[in-house]
């Protein structure tokens, strides 16, 4: 595997479900965010992760809560979810440097729908 | 806070050539970084800019005015496939502040 990976690709889970979204890096980095995109809309940061510490997190409800148990790590654990929470959820990971963050590399996301 | 504002569609012809404006509200600046994503896919990582001026690579160049608060993508000999969304984003220590997105539509 290259890159950074996310599993699975689709999920359709209903309101009382719990689920979660996996993610892996494979580059070595340092640095590992979660975002969320919906239509129309920017991609909101919702995570970051920083050395395995979260430092970041953007308002985003208790229904969503991450877990990085290593650098090459992260996951999103997902409980008692609403139809508005439907979106493509994607992981990225990049390696921090002093002048700033640089780039971000990003998996090809989860299509999450909540029914 | 912070804020990027971006045209929402840009539409050309192949062979054509064209310009992404992307100006910016924000604090902690360090660079402006520019992505593109294809339907269905993820954002992938095209140019950064960092200090003022043109960056250019390959077909794509990509300009910073800090002063202004305001970058462009610049986009040559347009193709199809170069039909995607593109986003410019505010690159802080830790983390980057996207924009809404432009969705450029090249047509034959």
């Known amino acids: 595997e290259t890159g950074v990976t996310q599993t699975p690709r689709h999920l359709v889970m209903g309101m009382t479900n719990k689920k979660s979204l996996k993610c892996e890096q494979h580059?070595?980095?340092?640095?590992m965010y979660w975002y969320k995109q919906s239509a129309k809309k920017p991609l909101e940061l919702m995570f970051v992760y920083s050395l395995e510490e979260r430092v970041e997190n953007n308002s985003v409800p208790s229904r969503f809560s991450p877990e990085c148990p290593n650098s090459s790590h992260l996951f999103l654990h997902l409980h008692t979810l609403q139809p508005e929470d439907s979106a493509l959820y994607l992981c990225?990971?990049?390696?921090?440097?002093?002048?700033?963050?640089?780039?971000?590399?990003f998996g090809p996301g989860t299509r999450l729908t909540v029914t | 806070g912070q804020s990027l504002e971006q045209p929402s569609e840009v539409t050309a012809v192949e062979g054509a050539i064209v310009q992404i404006n992307c100006t910016y509200q924000t604090s902690g600046f360090y660079g402006l970084s520019w992505y593109q994503q294809h339907d269905g896919g993820a954002p992938t990582f095209l140019s950064y800019n960092a200090l003022d001026g043109l960056e250019e690579t390959g077909r794509f160049s990509s300009f910073l005015s800090r002063s202004d608060s305001y970058g462009y993508l610049l986009l040559q000999e347009l193709q199809m496939k170069d039909s995607a969304s593109y986003f410019c984003a505010v690159s802080s220590f830790q983390k980057l502040v996207f924009g809404t997105g432009t969705r450029l539509l090249v047509s034959p």
């Open positions: 580059l070595g980095h340092n640095a």
């Open positions: 990225a990971s990049s390696q921090e440097l002093a002048g700033g963050l640089y780039e971000q590399y």
